[in-house]
């Protein structure tokens, strides 16, 4: 694990926001958080449940299904509460990420790596083989 962590830290995964650590869950992000990540990491600025479903909607998520994720993804530390804005006649939390796209990426390659290589399911070299031939790509 140590040396994946080494290797994959080699590259820039710099950003221009300040980063906050996301809490390494087990199991990462499912498919769900994964796309919700992805409507934030797009956005120019903060969003809420509403805006985020409506971004969502060739999914067809509902408003529901968001709240529900961006409970586990603020658990998790992945989102971050921004403001709380008004709503029609009622106020709503707005969330911006607390991780960038490329920090999540690489957390992910690590938690891969560590998988991989504890599960004896490839060896040392052939995971660094894989990510020498994915960082030249």
Known sequence: KVLCTIIIEKQDFSCDREEKS????????????????????????????????????????SVASVAQTMKRLLEKGAVCVGDY??????YARTFHPCITRKEFVRQELIR???????????????????LEKQIKA
Not at 112 to 130: K, N, S
């Open 112 to 130: 891969l790596c560590d998988t991989a290589y504890r599960y004896q399911i490839v060896g040392m070299q052939e995971i660094l083989d894989i």
């Open 85 to 90: 804005v008004l709503v029609s006649n009622v």
């Open 22 to 61: 996301m809490r390494k869950p087990d199991k990462g992000l499912t498919p769900m958080e994964q796309e919700v990540m992805k409507v934030l990491w797009e956005s120019q600025h903060e969003l809420t449940n509403s805006e985020i479903a409506e971004s969502m909607k060739d999914q067809k998520v």
